[in-house]
């Protein structure tokens, strides 16, 4: 399931490279997808809904398998 998140996650990548931020894939464990938000990504207000709203609704939906994503600190 590893591979299946990594890949989605680089179709998110551009968006979020647009606006000087970035992500990274820390872990999957049971369906929890772990990500480290970087560049602007890191600081910004904004960061959770984009988590929340982009990033972990765009996996459920190409992989059913993922309960959900969280944010893990440098």
Do not use: H, N, Y
């Not at 399931?1 to 179709?11: D, R």
């Amino acid at each position: 399931m590893e591979e299946k998140v990594a890949k989605v996650l680089e179709t998110i990548r551009p968006g979020l490279q647009m606006d000087g931020g970035d992500i990274e894939l820390v872990a999957v464990e049971d369906g929890v997808v772990k990500v480290r938000l970087m560049g602007a990504c890191a600081g910004c207000p904004m960061s959770m809904m984009t988590l929340q709203l982009g990033v972990e609704r765009t996996l459920k939906k190409e992989i059913p398998e993922v309960v959900r994503v969280e944010a893990v600190p440098f």
